[in-house]
């Protein structure tokens, strides 16, 4: 795990090198930042509020902070990568320290990402690259305009690719290295000592381990040739598979955590169902169209358009058509059928979805199965532990050490009466008081 951390933070220099020196260049071509800034604000690009409620309109303000909101949670409250790196830290503190240092950080990530996109924009506003036939997907924007922007500096590209690479070696590390450790400690080591009566060596773990982090790497690589069959760029279709797989998940912390009459039962019931309709959702995503959301390009400034093969060219486009296509798309959602408009919905919505029903899913179904009796309070948002009437009818008090890495589970069950709303349950006992 330590040497996963060390290899993410110094991918993660590279990938702020890599981002800064593609904003510096494209400023210096696009004359400024003032220059790019008036470009992209005569081209519709600076819409910083859009408080239309629509769902299916993806990049609402609503959208972003609201179900963005969901997605980020998703991420660092119940993502497995993170909760190791958070149990990795000797102190609770530290770990919340590392989690509010990553706040400035992000910012300035989004800031120079929001930086490359505007001066491409400067760059590109009069013959899109991917109108133009110079590139085949989305996707290839950036190494297209890093080659014409950077291309004439000896090490510049290379340190682009080297950023490229850090920040998708970061995530596949990482991910490679929690799926190897869940597998090994859940299924692996469960089934060995369950049939040889004994733990499993440290040496064999560590092999096995090594073994599962090859295979699921192969399994990403995959993963990762599929991609080019989906019409959605790789960004997108990453961040709807952070909603989909994350939301559920995120439904069933938010249960256990507000919710402690929640069963076993609920979760289960929950976390399927809401996989389910977000898969549905997701799926319906890929047989889409989703271009009449995208803002008007143009080919006008292409004036090499015509039977010119660039260094992305997949193919020729000719000038004739630059007037009908300045206007690529229209502003107004088309009317079309209920799966249409399932497959329509912002992902960023998505992780607030799947939480929602899981959560309902698994409250109705706890209560039909008789909700949960026995709760510890130190898993439960402690503000709630003193409502009777929202906790179990028994509690489990722990006694806890003078210590903040040692936590001695001596469980007390407490019995509490069904018409106690108006007392409070006993707090967890400190080592010297007496019980």
Request: charged share 10%; hydrophobic share 45%; with cysteine.
């Amino acid at each position: 795990m330590k040497a996963v951390v060390w290899t993410d933070a110094l991918q993660m220099g590279f990938l702020f090198l890599g981002l800064l020196a593609l904003g510096i260049g494209g400023l210096i071509t696009a004359g400024g930042f003032a220059n790019a800034w008036e470009i992209a604000v005569k081209g519709g690009r600076t819409q910083i509020f859009n408080f239309d409620p629509n769902p299916i309109v993806r990049y609402s303000t609503w959208a972003t902070v609201v179900g963005g909101s969901f997605m980020t949670l998703s991420l660092y409250a119940s993502n497995q990568s993170m909760i190791q790196r958070y149990l990795s830290i000797k102190k609770s503190s530290h770990a919340q320290i590392a989690v509010l240092l990553n706040i400035p950080l992000k910012i300035v990530l989004v800031l120079l990402l929001a930086l490359c996109a505007l001066v491409m924009y400067a760059h590109h506003w009069d013959c899109d690259p991917l109108l133009a036939g110079y590139v085949s997907k989305s996707d290839q924007i950036v190494p297209y305009f890093t080659l014409q922007v950077l291309g004439f500096i000896p090490g510049a590209t290379g340190l682009f690719v080297a950023a490229c690479y850090s920040g998708a070696l970061s995530t596949i590390s990482s991910g490679v290295n929690s799926l190897a450790a869940v597998f090994l400690c859940d299924f692996i080591k469960t089934y060995y000592d369950d049939r040889h009566s004994r733990e499993m060596s440290e040496r064999k773990a560590t092999r096995i381990s090594k073994i599962l982090a090859v295979t699921f790497g192969l399994i990403t690589i995959a993963l990762a040739l599929m991609c080019q069959l989906f019409s959605n760029s790789v960004v997108r279709l990453a961040m709807s598979l952070f909603g989909m797989l994350g939301g559920p998940l995120l439904g069933v912390f938010i249960l256990g955590i507000l919710f402690p009459k929640v069963n076993s039962y609920g979760a289960a019931t929950g976390l399927i169902t809401s996989t389910i309709v977000i898969g549905f959702v997701g799926i319906c995503a890929q047989f889409t169209d989703h271009s009449w959301q995208k803002l008007a390009v143009s080919i006008d400034g292409c004036s090499s358009a015509n039977n010119t093969t660039d260094l992305y060219s997949v193919s020729t486009t000719s000038n004739s058509s630059s007037t009908e296509a300045t206007t690529l798309l229209s502003t107004e959602s088309p009317d079309k059928d209920f799966f249409y408009f399932v497959g329509s919905i912002s992902h960023f919505y998505y992780s607030l979805i799947s939480s929602f029903f899981c959560i309902v899913v698994g409250s109705i179904t706890s209560i039909l199965t008789g909700n949960n009796t026995v709760i510890d309070p130190v898993l439960v948002f402690e503000p709630l532990t003193k409502c009777c009437c929202w906790m179990p009818p028994v509690v489990k008090n722990i006694d806890i050490e003078n210590d903040e890495t040692k936590i001695n589970m001596k469980p007390i069950s407490v019995e509490i009466n069904e018409n106690c709303c108006d007392s409070q349950i006993e707090k967890p006992m400190l080592n010297g008081e007496n019980g």
